[in-house]
């Protein structure tokens, strides 16, 4: 009996532990997708295109954010909670709650969208975003539901449906994105269009997916239909606001910078062309910026859950062993990837970017080069902010990031308007707002919660060898550069460079067996 349960607890763990990597796999394999995806469009619509397209999402995120609420990772802990507890029928309850309140929401949201879609273009500076805010505006009423959807699985501890569905839903927008702005190319407003409408398309076949997976999953275990009185409402409404807010609000603020973006660039620069800057910045510079911080964001937070789990356990030791941890992986990531963006800028855009003229790539990567840093430290700071969430502080990186904002908005202001600075003020700001971010939570977590950064470990050892690397691309670009500023060049250039850096990093014993001892955890 007692082998059976062990046997039991065992497969449960596995199937755990595998449902939980094809979800994390397929986020980041999505969040890379999407970023690889910006290339080919921006190759196709031009510079123009690609900021009426980025103009959209900062307003269109926002709307999501609000739609959302945090309550699809709410959902989740419940669900799972009330499993843990023997009340899975009080979980479905939730469920109920959870998903007529996103549908009203989500529904509420996407009529708002619409019905100020000609305000926002106006104050964003480009009055031709206004149908782009209506041709996405439906997929604020389908994705809230759909990941109401994915939380119930996720609680259930059933991870394959989100992580397959999020690949599928990133493929969907990649070829009917591509296919659409093709195919109505010269005229660019129509190729924004068709672009954004495989924001839309790509997010109603998710949710027939998940909708089709929760019906069969609902027939095969032959689940009752859901009874809900008004105390049981109001109970699981409570339950889901309260643990939602936190993560409302942090996704509320990190999107608000966007925000920020969208309407001061566009207003504040004065020299012509100031939507095909602000293309050139928020496409290829912002795609290019983006990968590494999937990347590391991904790999490093697997190292997070120790911590939680130390946490609660009040183990100060392996709390301390898990935060170090956490941080190394991001910087072990980050840095060579921040190093080999500012040193290679120019050739790497000119070989993803050829459909954009010379000029447009000099701007791009010299905005690049500026802002390449940001990667460092909103790799860090990414990982600071979920460590507070862990060890349950999630308003306090809340209120770091708001002043991060302020701080980049008053930069913005002065620089932006200066013509000799002008676009490159973006770059600028953006470096030091996540800078004073990243510096202000590893503050906080050292003085409030008591974790301290290992320096020589965690960030000596990964800059060391970044500036091995470094030292390398550039020696071949001072004294070859005829040769490694070719496509075939570059991509042998990176390919040194890569093996150069895990070469340092192993030969300065960057990571020991404890840190796999810990990771594993």
């Known amino acids: ?294 990347i590391s964001g991904g790999v490093a937070v697997s190292a997070l859950p120790g911590l939680t789990k130390a946490f609660y356990d009040d183990d100060k030791s392996q709390m301390q062993r898990s935060f170090n941890l956490a941080m190394k992986l991001t910087l072990v990531i980050a840095l060579p990837c921040a190093f080999g963006l500012i040193a290679l800028s120019e050739p790497i855009l000119s070989l993803l970017y050829s459909g954009l003229p010379q000029s447009e790539i000099a701007v791009s990567a010299t905005l690049l080069s500026l802002s390449g840093l940001s990667v460092v430290f909103l790799a860090v700071m990414q990982t600071a902010v979920s460590v507070c969430q862990a060890v349950g502080k999630p308003y306090a990186s809340v209120v770091i990031i708001s002043l991060a904002i302020v701080v980049k908005a008053v930069i913005n202001l002065v620089l932006l308007p200066n013509p000799k600075v002008n676009i490159y003020g973006a770059a600028i700001s953006e470096t030091l707002c996540y800078l004073f971010a990243t510096v202000c939570v590893i503050i906080y977590l050292k003085v409030k919660i008591g974790l301290k950064l290992d320096v020589g470990q965690s960030v000596v050892k990964p800059l060391a060898a970044g500036a091995a690397m470094s030292l390398i691309v550039t020696v071949a670009v001072v004294f070859a550069k005829k040769v490694f500023f070719t496509p075939l060049g570059t991509v042998a250039l990176i390919v040194v460079a890569a093996v150069t850096y895990f070469a340092a990093v192993s030969w300065l014993k960057t990571f020991s067996k404890a840190d796999a001892t810990d990771a594993g955890k």
């Open 1 to 294: 009996m007692i082998n059976a349960y062990h046997k039991g607890m065992k497969k449960l763990k596995n199937n755990f532990i595998s449902g939980a990597l094809v979800l994390s796999l397929g986020g980041l394999f999505a969040k890379i997708l999407g970023a690889l995806y910006r290339i080919p469009l921006t190759n196709i619509v031009g510079s123009y295109g690609m900021g009426l397209y980025q103009l959209v999402f900062p307003a269109y995120i926002l709307f999501l954010t609000v739609a959302q609420a945090g309550v699809p990772v709410a959902l989740s802990k419940l669900i799972a909670q009330n499993n843990q507890l023997n009340q899975a029928e009080n979980g479905r309850k939730i469920f109920k709650v959870a998903f007529f309140s996103l549908l009203i929401s989500g529904a509420v949201c996407a009529a708002l969208l619409a019905a100020l879609s000609g305000v926002i273009s106006r104050l964003q500076g480009n009055a031709n975003t206004a149908s782009a805010f209506l041709v996405v505006a439906p997929a604020l009423l389908f994705i809230p539901v759909t990941n109401v959807l994915k939380g119930y699985f996720q609680g259930n501890l059933n991870m394959v449906p989100s992580g397959v569905t999020t690949v599928i839903e990133q493929v969907v927008k990649l070829v009917v994105g591509l296919f659409a702005a093709y195919a109505a190319m010269p005229d660019v407003q129509k190729a924004v269009l068709g672009a954004c409408l495989a924001i839309t398309v790509s997010e109603f076949c998710s949710l027939a997916i998940m909708a089709t997976v929760y019906v069969v999953h609902k027939k095969r275990n032959k689940l009752p239909r859901i009874v809900l009185n008004k105390a049981d409402a109001g109970s699981a409404f409570s339950q889901i606001f309260s643990l939602a807010v936190p993560v409302a609000l942090g996704a509320f603020v990190m999107q608000t910078s966007q925000v920020i973006d969208s309407v001061m660039v566009v207003n504040l620069l004065t020299v012509p062309g100031a939507t095909e800057k602000y293309g050139l910045w928020t496409g290829p510079v912002n795609s290019m910026l983006g990968l590494p911080i999937a």
